[in-house]
């Protein structure tokens, strides 16, 4: 049994980040998150009145400073924070891409997991405990053609992961990246598209290319990531940390 824990989610007000919020509030935690997009964030605040939602883009210095300084008053604590705001980004070979589409990337999914993350170090270094999960991928495992600046944010991640947990262990704070594999959902049926656009070749191809170089042959879903989010914010994780968990049904290959 966890005792009831006070949880942020960047990006939480749809996708994986809504999954995550809901499955911590049915576990009797505090939920507060951030979003960049107010038609998402005015659904949560329908159907979850209880959660703090706030507008904020992580890449927003002064916006996500702003929500942090928020919770930071109104719990003067802070358990779980989840640094899992990101976006695809651009797809095409790397001569073809655009250095702003780059940066909007590397700045989304990796410049917002700094900011976010220089706040949860500052606080949980003062409370002596807290777990930071940042959320990678299985592209911050693999090469994945087409797909550089994202591959190199996720990447990224991991470094940034493994750095944070010598940094911040002996404060006794926890830092993992989760790596999840192709999530079923509105956001890989986008990344389908634009990655068939740029191959030639047809979503359903690219799905498929997708799936065979998964030893479990299927993609995942939200709920499966949330089953090992709060496995790592219990307790029989209190020893884990420094690790990048896939949860993607053992990618071999994403060629
Ligand atoms: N869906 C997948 O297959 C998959 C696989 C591996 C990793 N991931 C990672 O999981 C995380 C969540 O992805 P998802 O599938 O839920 O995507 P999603 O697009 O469904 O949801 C992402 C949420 O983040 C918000 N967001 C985007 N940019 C933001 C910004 N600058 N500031 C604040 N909020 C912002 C969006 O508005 C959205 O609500 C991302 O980091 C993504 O890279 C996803």
Redesign the pocket.
């Known amino acids: 049994m966890t005792a009831s824990q006070k949880v942020v989610i960047?990006?939480?007000?749809?996708?994986?980040?809504?999954t995550l919020a809901r499955r911590f509030l049915a576990r009797g935690d505090q939920v507060a998150l951030?979003?960049?997009?107010p038609g998402?964030l005015a659904q949560v605040r329908q159907s979850f009145p209880e959660v703090i939602a706030a507008q904020?883009?992580?890449?927003?210095e002064a916006a996500?400073g702003a929500f942090l300084a928020q919770i930071e008053t109104q719990w003067g604590q802070v358990d779980v924070v989840c640094s899992?705001?990101?976006?695809?980004g651009p797809a095409g070979p790397i001569e073809d891409l655009a250095f702003d589409d780059w940066q909007a990337c590397i700045?989304?999914?990796l410049h917002?997991a700094f900011l976010t993350c220089r706040w949860a170090a500052r606080m949980m270094k003062a409370q002596g405990a807290g777990l930071i999960l940042l959320?990678?991928?299985?592209?911050g495992l693999f090469g994945c053609p087409l797909r550089s600046p994202?591959v190199a944010a996720?990447w990224g991640l991991i470094g940034l992961t493994k750095t944070l947990a010598m940094e911040l262990g002996p404060f006794g704070v926890r830092v993992n990246a989760i790596?999840?594999?192709?999530?079923e959902?509105?956001?890989?049926d986008r990344?389908l598209a634009i990655e068939a656009e740029a191959s030639g070749k047809t979503p359903q191809q690219v799905r498929a290319q997708y799936t065979g170089g998964v030893s479990l042959r299927s993609?995942v879903s939200?709920d499966d990531i949330a089953d090992t989010v709060l496995f790592l914010a219990s307790p029989a994780a209190a020893k884990i940390t420094g690790q990048a968990m896939t949860i993607d049904g053992h990618t071999e290959s994403m060629v």
């Open positions: 960047t990006g939480g007000a749809s996708g994986i980040g809504l951030c979003d960049a997009d998402a904020a883009d992580v890449t927003d996500i899992n705001a990101g976006s695809s700045g989304v999914n917002g959320t990678s991928s299985t592209s994202y996720k790596c999840p594999g192709a999530v959902g509105s956001r890989m990344v993609f939200g």
